[in-house]
């Protein structure tokens, strides 16, 4: 994606970001309620994918969602409507306030690297002024492409009657790097500048690590586990993969006198390989109770996939430790 501003984005595709904040302890409550309207999106013509993510640390309490469709019609005919107005009025109860939404005409979903986070930046510009926002736009895109880990940005114009802010989508290849960017001293002078020409701003981040090797079935992938689940399931498979690699591979290559640092490569490459394709999807479908959000919803599902997994880190010690003496 090019850093520049885009053209008029095409009107074939449309997606709305929303983010709200859930009152303390209802995480769970939010949850199931959130899967149900994922559901209810699905049911209406254009639906192309509901995505949901967790706060970060900093993050506190707000949740993102982003929903896709197949052109802006259908999408607002999906936000207008009644059954969506009954699920935010059940909502009103654990979520703190009304959630907030930005409207993206055009663009695609990208295909994000496991680390990549992106930020929605939406923007209230002032009448008269967005000619000149446009020009402030364009250099901030130029000096945001000399940030490190920069993956580019893309601009959404206001969508008539639906979307008045300006929206700027910008993507980076961790969360590290973006907030780097969002506090450096060029981006402060470069957000002073900016006041005289919109009225106010809003961030938000998106983003989770090791989603590439979370993929559901069809009609499941409302959103990514918890990072400390995807860490803790991935290290159940990484481990036994290393392990076995090393008592395989690692020794054939030790016999043929290959260099450490190749052999360490070739390693490399066979368990990621191994992870990506063979590995995760196996244990996905295995602990998908446990790992999907929509299925997860009481603290003994939560308990007994984290003891099975511990179970397994057990078992795999007990094996290598066996083996290896």
């Not at 949901?52 to 969602?65: F, I, K, L, R, S």
């Not at 469709?69 to 999408?75: K, S, T, Y």
């Not at 090797?213 to 689940?229: C, I, L, M, T």
């Not at 036994?240 to 390693?267: A, Q, R, S």
Request: glycine content about 8%; charged content about 25%; aromatic content about 12%.
């Amino acid at each position: 994606m090019s850093p520049r501003a885009s053209r008029e984005p095409p009107a074939e595709s449309a997606t709305v970001v929303t983010s709200q904040k859930v009152c303390a302890g209802r995480a769970d409550d939010y949850q199931r309620w959130q899967h149900r309207m994922n559901e209810a999106a699905r049911a209406f013509d254009g639906f192309e994918g509901a995505e949901v993510y967790p706060p970060a640390a900093e993050d506190g309490n707000e949740w993102v969602a982003v929903f896709r469709f197949a052109g802006i019609d259908r999408l607002t005919a999906w936000l207008d409507s009644d059954r969506r107005r009954e699920l935010l009025d059940e909502g009103q109860e654990f979520l703190e306030g009304s959630p907030t939404q930005e409207v993206l005409r055009g663009g695609a979903p990208a295909e994000q690297a496991p680390e990549t986070v992106t930020a929605v930046v939406s923007h209230e510009v002032k009448p008269g002024r967005e000619k000149e926002f446009l020009r402030w736009q364009e250099k901030a895109f130029k000096a945001q492409a000399k940030s490190p880990g920069f993956m580019g940005s893309e601009l959404f114009r206001p969508v008539e009657g639906v979307q008045e802010h300006w929206v700027v989508v910008f993507r980076f290849d961790s969360r590290e790097h973006l907030d780097d960017w969002l506090a450096s001293d060029v981006r402060q002078t470069l957000l002073e500048e900016g006041r005289h020409y919109f009225a106010s701003y809003d961030v938000r981040k998106v983003g989770s690590a090791f989603s590439g090797w979370f993929r559901f079935g069809e009609g499941e992938q409302d959103s990514a586990p918890p990072n400390w689940k995807q860490a803790m399931t991935v290290l159940m498979a990484l481990y036994p993969t290393v392990m076995v690699l090393n008592l395989t591979e690692g020794h054939w290559l030790d016999k043929l006198g290959v260099p450490g640092y190749i052999g360490l490569f070739i390693g490399n490459v066979l368990s990621v390989s191994a992870l990506t394709w063979l590995l995760m999807p196996l244990v996905n479908r295995t602990l998908a109770f446990w790992l999907v959000p929509g299925r997860a919803t009481t603290s003994r599902v939560h308990l007994a996939g984290a003891a099975a997994v511990v179970l397994c880190y057990a078992l795999c010690l007990a094996v290598f430790g066996l083996i290896a003496h």
